[in-house]
Structure formats: structure tokens, C-alpha cells
Nanobody, 124 residues
Framework: DVQLQASGGGLVQAGGSLRLSCAAS????????IGWFRQAPGTEREGIAC????????YYADSVKGRFTISGDNVKDTVYLQMNSLKPEDTAVYYC?????????????????WGQGTQVTVSS
């Protein structure tokens, strides 16, 4: 089974940076898309970035474009989310998820495998 483990969350002041990691294992298909999602209390889960293991293509939500960067050390092993210029509204539980295929996209309902979340809190 595909297993995903997110880590790296914490408390940071507005304007600061954090790097999240997603350790992945158990892939059986040739290509996967790994995505990062977040959910704040009382809100729906929001897709924020993804990367394709097969093409290296990335996709970002407008809310994080220019501030967050997704990358991977062999995408099927570890995927990172570098978060810069953090804002209080970035406070949420962050999740990584995976689905087989090449096409990038960040709709949560398209992802089959989910890791546990890591809390990111940005103070003002």
C-alpha cells in the first residue's frame, strides 16, 4: 500500500518560512502525482500544490503561487513544500496525498492516498 508521512509543521511568525516534507513509499504504478493540501477549522480541504513524478510538472493554487514551492528528491520518495512569506491565513493542518497518473491537478477528491496532517500555525 502507498504510505505517506508528512512532517515539518510548526509555529512561525508572519513573513517567516517553513519547509514541509512528505515521505512516500509503496508505489506500484509507474507515475504518481503528489499533492499538498490544507484544512483550517470550519473550512473545506484546499489543494495548494502538486508535482508529477513522471513529468516533473507542478501546479499551484493562486493563494500560494509565488510564495510556496513544491519539489522532490525522486518524487516518489520525498516531496517538499517550501513555504515562504507566510501569512496568518496560511494557518491550517497540511496534508500530502497521492494518486496514480501524470496529469497535475489539486482537487482533493481525485486523490486516493493520504498521509496524516502536520499543523502549521502562523502568528501575526
Amino acid at each position: 500500500d502507498v504510505q505517506l508521512q508528512a512532517s515539518g509543521g510548526g509555529l512561525v511568525q508572519a513573513g517567516g518560512s517553513l519547509r514541509l516534507s512528505c515521505a512516500a513509499s509503496g508505489f506500484t504504478a509507474d507515475d504518481y502525482v503528489i499533492g499538498w493540501f490544507r484544512q483550517a477549522p470550519g473550512t473545506e480541504r484546499e489543494g495548494i500544490a502538486c508535482i508529477s513524478s513522471g513529468t516533473g510538472s507542478t501546479y499551484y493554487a493562486d493563494s500560494v503561487k509565488g510564495r510556496f514551492t513544491i519539489s522532490g528528491d525522486n518524487v516518489k520518495d520525498t516531496v517538499y513544500l517550501q513555504m515562504n512569506s507566510l501569512k496568518p491565513e496560511d494557518t491550517a493542518v497540511y496534508y500530502c496525498a497521492a494518486r496514480a497518473g501524470l496529469r497535475v491537478g489539486i482537487r482533493p477528491d481525485e486523490y486516493d492516498y493520504w498521509g496524516q496532517g502536520t499543523q502549521v500555525t502562523v502568528s501575526s
